[in-house]
Nanobody, 123 residues
């Protein structure tokens, strides 16, 4: 399985970015997907997740109402639309594919990870 994340960059506070993650290697539509982030000196933290069909989504309290996760199973792609960005959203963002039965909220629930894309929000 390969996960390729893209879409990061430098944006001013209040701005928006859309991250994409293209998956290959196993049946994309069968697996939940998640986004995590890691800031310098901090642990990797959960941001958002979506189940295999897109019918259920999950968010960290810190991004609820600002970020939206979605997926296109025909394209094998998961997205993270990030609006009203804040400097504290600055981190490397990772997409991951959930293992069968794994938790949506913890890194241990995922068995494949992308390489990460840097998001920097200036004040």
């Amino acid at each position: 399985v390969q996960l390729q994340a893209s879409g990061g960059g430098l944006v001013q506070a209040g701005g928006s970015l859309r991250l994409s993650c293209v998956a290959s290697g196993r049946t994309f539509r069968s697996y939940g997907m998640g986004w995590f982030r890691q800031a310098p000196g901090k642990e990797r933290e959960f941001v958002a997740a979506i189940n295999f069909s897109g019918g259920s989504t999950y968010y960290a309290d810190s991004v609820k109402g600002r970020f939206t996760i979605s997926r296109d199973n025909a394209k094998g792609t998961v997205y993270l639309q990030m609006n009203s960005l804040k400097p504290e959203d600055t981190a490397v963002y990772y997409c991951a594919q959930r293992r069968a039965g794994g938790s949506y909220y913890y890194p241990g629930g995922y068995d494949y990870w992308g390489q990460g894309t840097q998001v920097t929000v200036s004040s």
